[in-house]
């Protein structure tokens, strides 16, 4: 086993394509296969499947890029003391749901960063997506929410994949809305007052079970639903056709504006939002400053910690 072999292994996983990685580590793609065959023929497993769309890490896959994270890390360190090296290029990975909170954390994890390199990744993405961006080590921590309805279904998928879920806050739903709506100056929304306006959710792609979706109340009926993929036409559509979606409330007027507005929903259901991370893995710095950032922010918004 060679070091060089470890980094191969962890570029494949990042890009999900042996082609893709041998680009970025500026070798040859029969290199590479090679290199991957010679360490699985070494420990005797099979580190990736391969298929039509790339290559995705089994689970004798996962825990050995646990374990070369852990080697790498462990080198770069005993690099950096006896050869009084500045630190190396700072790697930073994030997969989370639709929320402005977690991407202000993430803008003052950069303004924060004081090394002259870095590589950090936001990735607002699906629910399932998440889940297999943290298992598959793509991302170090993940951010989503669990209620009554969705908790043993996500928890289960959770354990299935050796990831722990550690819970920052809980918020009552509020339902966000233009502030020039006709129910905008309204304290507290029911669905029965919203029902003439369309319903806007993330898709979920093939994994759209009621269980993934990040909204609430996922199985009542809406007689006009509109499903999108990014947070910026989802805003837009609150404007554009009045409608409206469910969330934790939180809203940033620094990156929102202040042309949106949160409205309490009526019901007694909550949400939990926390953050999962790989129980193989130790989180880097960068990733812990960002977790210390997102419960920063928290507490300035007005809610405590769990």
Partial sequence: ????????????????SINEAAKKLYITQPSLSTAIKELEDEFDIQIFTRTSKGVSLTTEGIEFLGYAKQILDQTELLVQHYNKKMPTKQLCSISTQHYAFAVNAFVNLIKKNHTDEYEF???ETRTHDIITDVA????????????DFNKKVILRLLKEHNLTFFPLFEADPHVFISAKHPLAKYKIISLEDLEDFPYLSFEQGEYNSFYFSEEILSTVYHKKSIHVSDRATLFNLLHGLNGYTIS???????????DITS???NTDEKILVGWITSQKVQLSQSAQRYIDELKILIQQYGFKLK
């Fill in 248 to 258: 934790t409330g939180v809203l940033s007027v620094d990156l929102n504006g202040s």
């Fill in 136 to 147: 598959t080590l793509r991302s170090e921590v993940g951010i989503l929410y669990l209620n």
């Fill in 121 to 123: 990744t936001l990735r």
């Fill in 263 to 265: 409205i309490r929903l």
């Fill in 1 to 16: 086993m060679k070091l060089n072999q470890l980094r191969y292994i962890i570029e494949v996983a990042r890009s999900g």
